[in-house]
């Protein structure tokens, strides 16, 4: 199988910052920090339930740059409005946490069709998330990774292995596993899994399930839900080719520090 650096470094070496071309080089997993934005806010949900949402901070810019500072070379952003609705509400917050980094930004939620893409991409983010589109158009995609190449990942979640689209609503019989087969024979840069059943909950990733996936394929995956402690970094590092892990609410809650979890992957 491809190193997953090497396979980043190859597709786009104009996409990325310097900070993260090292990682890419030299660490075998980065660690990823997390906002997600609802109604302007960083909030986390509980299991995607949009209802079960605890507001972390009024200041999404502050935030990124607090996680900047403690190292991170790639920020994951969720419009979570635009999941549930497939209109993203939060612009102006991501507009701000541009300005406000350095560091390469990946964004998702309620990205459905090529404006969106087009517009994201002008403003600066380094790389789209397209998850519901990737069943409902998948067409919409081959179009994307042709005009972004690099710049285009799936995000795939997934409930008792099958995918789950609309902000996690809509559970359907598409299995994960196959889905991320097909996005990476259309051209898709990497994969963001999560597992739903694990996303917030604090119980540590589904090792088994993440691994299977990063097995399947020769693009970068990057695990998402259920990291709550250095010993879950330590796990999933242990994973072959994991190419990077997303982490939020431990952040939050200070159950994992950031600038410990980012010195254990060098």
């Not at 910052?17 to 949900?45: H, Q, T, W």
């Not at 500072?69 to 979570?80: E, I, M, N, P």
């Not at 190449?149 to 799936?154: A, E, L, W, Y």
Request: aromatic share 6%; net charge negative.
């Amino acid at each position: 199988m491809m190193q997953q650096g090497i396979y980043f470094i190859i597709t786009f070496p104009d996409r990325l910052s310097e900070n993260l071309l090292l990682f890419l080089l030299y660490y075998s997993m980065i660690v990823i920090p997390a906002i997600d934005l609802k109604d302007g806010l960083c909030v986390r949900l509980l299991q995607g339930k949009k209802e079960d949402a605890t507001v972390y901070s009024d200041d999404p810019a502050s935030t990124a740059r607090r996680w900047e500072s403690c190292g991170a070379s790639l920020l994951h952003v969720v419009d979570l409005d635009g999941a549930f609705t497939g209109d993203q509400k939060n612009l102006v917050s991501i507009r701000k946490i541009r300005e406000s980094v350095r560091m390469d930004i990946e964004v998702g939620g309620g990205i459905r069709d090529m404006e969106r893409i087009d517009l994201l991409i002008s403003i600066g983010i380094n790389r789209v998330i397209l998850g519901t589109v990737a069943i409902e158009k998948p067409e919409l995609v081959k179009e994307a990774c042709k005009k972004y190449p690099g710049r285009v990942i799936i995000g795939i979640d997934a409930k008792n292995g099958l995918v789950a689209v609309k902000g996690w609503v809509e559970v359907t019989e598409v299995k994960a596993k196959d889905l991320a087969l097909k996005m990476q024979d259309d051209g898709a840069a990497g994969i963001i899994y999560t597992d739903i059943s694990k996303d917030g909950m604090m119980t540590g990733p589904n090792i088994e399930a993440t691994e299977e996936i990063v097995d399947s394929l020769n693009i970068p995956v990057i695990a998402s839900g259920g990291v709550s402690s250095i010993n879950d970094i330590k796990n999933l590092m242990t994973i072959k080719n994991l190419w990077g892990a997303i982490t939020g609410k431990a952040l939050y809650a200070g159950t994992l520090d950031l600038k410990e979890a980012i010195s254990l992957t060098k």
